[in-house]
Structures are given as structure tokens and as C-alpha cells.
């Protein structure tokens, strides 16, 4: 009768300890469920187009494997949940983010291209001043067109990237800005011969 409650006593020891052991495991499904949905947000380009709500996901995902680590798979179970949540949230605003990249990117080359306008005025102002930096000048001109085709052509695929070309061609156009500021501020070839004619004589 002892062997018997000894036996018994035993057995419910043992399957507490294998429904304590059945609790304490890893939560791997709900780590793996989060996974897929961490690649999938990045594979549609969330660390593009909604970096913030990426990083946010992510830092739940750093939370739930550090306790995991620590054996607090409870708490890690409920933070790999949420972080599947945080991740599906950052692959849904990935459209808004590209939305408002394209924007910036159209509204980035309008300004742009309104601003070149302004250059070829200038350069027709001061065309009999530039000489030796004529040819450059029809060479960037000539480019400047090209790009400014291609980027606005990119919008549609890569407005990031399309954006980024904006601020290139930019550049381009401060450059001949201050070229042609320069060549407007200085004196007429036949003027300056004038003056100098006019010292000479002095």
C-alpha cells in the first residue's frame, strides 16, 4: 500500500514537472511567426519608406529575445506577438511612405527645373562674357536636361532615388549661379579696354 502511494505521489510530482517544463519552453512559434513578419515589412522596403514604425518593431523584437534569454518566456511569448504586430503595422505604411517620398521628389524637381529656367536667363545675360567657359556650359546644360528627364521618369519606380538626383542637379545649378554672377559683375571687354586706354593716357 506504501509502494502504492509512493507510486502515485511520484506520478503527479512528474507531471507537474512536465506541465512546469511544457510552460517554460520557448516560445518558438510566436519567434518565427514575428521573423516572417520582420523579413516581410524589410522586403517591402519598410527600412525605406517607414523607417520609424521599423524601428519601433524592431525594439520590441530586441525586448521579447532579451527576455528569452533571461527565461522569461511568458512575457517573451506576449512581446514576439506584438512585435508580429509592430512589424505587419511597418509593411502597412510602406505605400503611405513611398507616397510621400514620390511627392517630395516631384515637388524636389519642379523647384528644380523652375530654377534652371532663372539659369538660362542668366547665362543669356552674361553669353558674351563666358568664352572659355562656354563649352562647359552648354555641356552641363545639355546634361542637366538629360538627368533632369531621366529623374522625373524615376519617380515611378525609385522616387528615393529620383529625389536624391534633385539634389545633384541642384548642385549643378548653384554652381552656374555663382559662375554667372561673377561674369555679370564683371566690367564689358571693350568697356574695360576704354578705362584702360583712358589710364594710359594719364
Given at each position: 500500500m506504501k509502494?502504492?502511494?509512493?507510486?502515485?505521489s511520484?506520478?503527479?510530482?512528474?507531471?507537474?514537472v512536465?506541465?512546469?517544463i511544457?510552460?517554460s519552453?520557448p516560445p518558438?512559434?510566436?519567434?518565427?511567426?514575428?521573423?516572417a513578419?520582420?523579413?516581410?515589412?524589410?522586403?517591402?522596403?519598410?527600412?525605406?519608406?517607414a523607417?520609424?514604425?521599423?524601428?519601433?518593431?524592431?525594439?520590441?523584437?530586441?525586448?521579447?529575445?532579451a527576455?528569452?534569454?533571461e527565461?522569461?518566456?511568458?512575457?517573451?511569448k506576449?512581446?514576439y506577438v506584438?512585435?508580429?504586430?509592430?512589424?505587419?503595422?511597418?509593411?502597412?505604411?510602406?505605400e503611405?511612405?513611398?507616397?510621400?517620398?514620390?511627392?517630395?521628389?516631384?515637388?524636389?524637381?519642379?523647384?528644380?527645373?523652375?530654377?534652371?529656367?532663372?539659369?538660362?536667363a542668366?547665362?543669356?545675360?552674361?553669353?558674351?562674357?563666358?568664352?572659355d567657359?562656354?563649352?562647359?556650359?552648354i555641356?552641363d546644360a545639355?546634361?542637366?536636361?538629360?538627368?533632369l528627364?531621366?529623374?522625373?521618369e524615376?519617380?515611378?519606380?525609385?522616387?528615393?532615388a529620383?529625389?536624391a538626383?534633385a539634389?545633384e542637379l541642384?548642385?549643378?545649378?548653384?554652381?552656374?549661379?555663382?559662375?554667372?554672377?561673377e561674369l555679370?559683375?564683371?566690367?564689358d571687354?571693350?568697356?574695360?579696354?576704354a578705362?584702360?586706354k583712358?589710364?594710359?593716357?594719364k
Amino acid at each position: 500500500m506504501k509502494h502504492f502511494k509512493f507510486s502515485v505521489s511520484f506520478m503527479m510530482v512528474l507531471a507537474l514537472v512536465l506541465v512546469f517544463i511544457g510552460c517554460s519552453k520557448p516560445p518558438e512559434a510566436e519567434q518565427k511567426a514575428a521573423q516572417a513578419a520582420m523579413d516581410a515589412a524589410v522586403s517591402a522596403g519598410a527600412d525605406k519608406f517607414a523607417a520609424a514604425d521599423l524601428d519601433a518593431a524592431k525594439k520590441v523584437w530586441e525586448a521579447a529575445e532579451a527576455q528569452v534569454k533571461e527565461k522569461k518566456y511568458k512575457e517573451a511569448k506576449q512581446g514576439y506577438v506584438d512585435a508580429k504586430a509592430a512589424f505587419e503595422k511597418a509593411a502597412g505604411a510602406v505605400e503611405a511612405g513611398k507616397k510621400a517620398v514620390a511627392d517630395e521628389a516631384t515637388a524636389a524637381l519642379a523647384a528644380v527645373e523652375a530654377a534652371w529656367q532663372g539659369i538660362e536667363a542668366a547665362a543669356k545675360a552674361v553669353e558674351k562674357k563666358m568664352k572659355d567657359k562656354k563649352e562647359a556650359w552648354i555641356a552641363d546644360a545639355k546634361a542637366f536636361g538629360e538627368n533632369l528627364k531621366a529623374a522625373k521618369e524615376m519617380i515611378a519606380t525609385d522616387a528615393a532615388a529620383a529625389k536624391a538626383k534633385a539634389g545633384e542637379l541642384k548642385g549643378v545649378i548653384e554652381k552656374w549661379e555663382a559662375t554667372f554672377k561673377e561674369l555679370a559683375a564683371a566690367p564689358d571687354a571693350p568697356a574695360a579696354k576704354a578705362e584702360g586706354k583712358k589710364k594710359a593716357k594719364k
